[in-house]
């Protein structure tokens, strides 16, 4: 089944530990994207990634990382989590070009404490 | 820089009549795809349809269609004969072209359908 895999689901942790939430798709898409969607504001795009060891920033990076290392592969990283990056996150992927949207993976609940 | 509005925090329909769901959008890229996506109260993200910049006719999928006026920067979201599982909250997207992986999102909208 084509699909986007994210782990885990739901993650509580607390202040200043560093968390990596995982993302694999086996689609073979180009293209891999984190978001965060809070109340009233959407979805808002972390950081986008066009290809191996490619990556960009989206609207909302501050606080984050990612590497793409493999072209299934694209974990987002947490280096020292706030409270205010408590939100739920979404990985994704899609082919190249405005012709497609991004599949999504189920979602991950963070909450830091 | 690109944008998308959607105006309508919340929607009511009674089942089985239509709805629209409104979205506008800013761009200075010829060239760009339009998307909306459902989202249940379980959480996932479900891609609906498509309309892409160049295209003549509006899209329709099933229940679904989109009401695509490009002088006006619309892209309205309709909805026929409503049902109960269509209780979920409505985002827009857009996507320019042709090499970004930026899909920027409206604020959405949640859509009650009364039985």
């Known amino acids: 089944e084509a699909q986007v895999t994210q782990n885990p689901r739901y993650l509580i942790t607390v202040t200043g530990k560093k968390l990596t939430v995982t993302c694999s798709q086996n689609?073979?898409?180009?293209?891999m994207s984190w978001y965060r969607q809070d109340p009233g504001l959407g979805l808002r795009q972390i950081y986008y990634?066009?290809?191996?060891?490619?990556?960009d920033k989206g609207d909302v990076p501050e606080g984050y990382k990612v590497s793409r290392k493999e072209k299934r592969n694209f974990p987002l990283i947490l280096e020292s989590p706030s409270p205010n990056q408590t939100s739920l996150y979404f990985c994704?992927?899609?082919?190249?070009?405005?012709?497609?949207?991004?599949?999504f993976g189920s979602g991950t609940r963070l909450t830091v404490v | 820089a690109q944008k998308i509005t959607q105006t309508q925090p919340g929607m009511f329909v009674q089942e089985k009549e239509a709805v629209t769901l409104d979205c506008t959008y800013d761009?200075?890229?010829?060239?760009?795809?339009l998307f909306w996506y459902k989202q249940p109260s379980s959480g996932e993200m479900i891609f609906l349809i498509y309309?892409?910049?160049?295209?003549?006719q509006n899209a329709t999928e099933g229940r679904y269609s989109l009401n695509f006026q490009k002088a006006r920067k619309s892209a309205n979201l309709v909805i026929s004969a409503s049902q109960l599982g269509d209780s979920a909250m409505y985002f827009c997207a857009m996507r320019e072209g042709p090499n970004t992986g930026k899909l920027i999102f409206g604020q959405g909208t949640t859509l009650q359908v009364k039985p």
């Open positions: 689609m073979n898409h180009e293209y």
């Open positions: 994704a992927s899609s082919l190249s070009g405005q012709l497609y949207g991004y599949t």
């Open positions: 309309q892409g910049s160049y295209d003549q």
């Open positions: 990634s066009m290809n191996v060891e490619v990556t």
């Open positions: 761009t200075s890229d010829p060239s760009y795809g």
